[in-house]
């Protein structure tokens, strides 16, 4: 296994994880911030450019993790590099959508 591996499986699980939400709310029939909404990543999209854009996210996840390397489950190095990258990707779109919708900042009751 080669560093370039473990870069693909981190990449992975970025994908892997930004593909939930788009999904999601998609299905839900719900808009929600994409790279194609104007502005980008601030306006809204359609359900449907959501999972078409959850879809592809999956997608390149899929290639990322599988198709490069031999992504073995039980190695912890593999698991570690695709979850960081979940986690980290996880954390960023926590904060940056946050905004847009008060979860930054919930208000208690």
């Given at each position: 296994?080669?560093?370039?591996?473990?870069?693909?499986?981190?990449?992975?699980?970025?994908?892997?994880?930004?593909?939930?939400?788009?999904?999601?709310?998609?299905?839900?029939?719900?808009?929600?911030?994409?790279?194609?909404?104007?502005?980008?990543?601030?306006?809204?999209?359609?359900?449907?450019?959501?999972?078409?854009?959850?879809?592809?996210?999956?997608v390149a996840g899929y290639l990322l993790v599988v198709r490069v390397g031999i992504f073995d489950l039980r190695s912890i190095r593999d698991v570690l590099a695709l979850a960081v990258?979940?986690?980290?990707?996880?954390?960023?779109?926590?904060?940056?959508?946050?905004?847009?919708?008060?979860?930054?900042?919930?208000?208690?009751?």
């Amino acid at each position: 296994m080669t560093w370039l591996h473990l870069v693909s499986y981190f990449f992975g699980g970025i994908f892997l994880a930004n593909a939930i939400p788009h999904f999601v709310s998609g299905m839900m029939g719900r808009p929600f911030q994409t790279p194609f909404a104007k502005p980008p990543g601030k306006g809204l999209s359609s359900s449907t450019v959501n999972v078409l854009w959850g879809f592809f996210n999956a997608v390149a996840g899929y290639l990322l993790v599988v198709r490069v390397g031999i992504f073995d489950l039980r190695s912890i190095r593999d698991v570690l590099a695709l979850a960081v990258g979940a986690l980290l990707i996880s954390l960023q779109l926590a904060r940056h959508f946050g905004q847009f919708h008060g979860g930054n900042s919930p208000e208690r009751s």
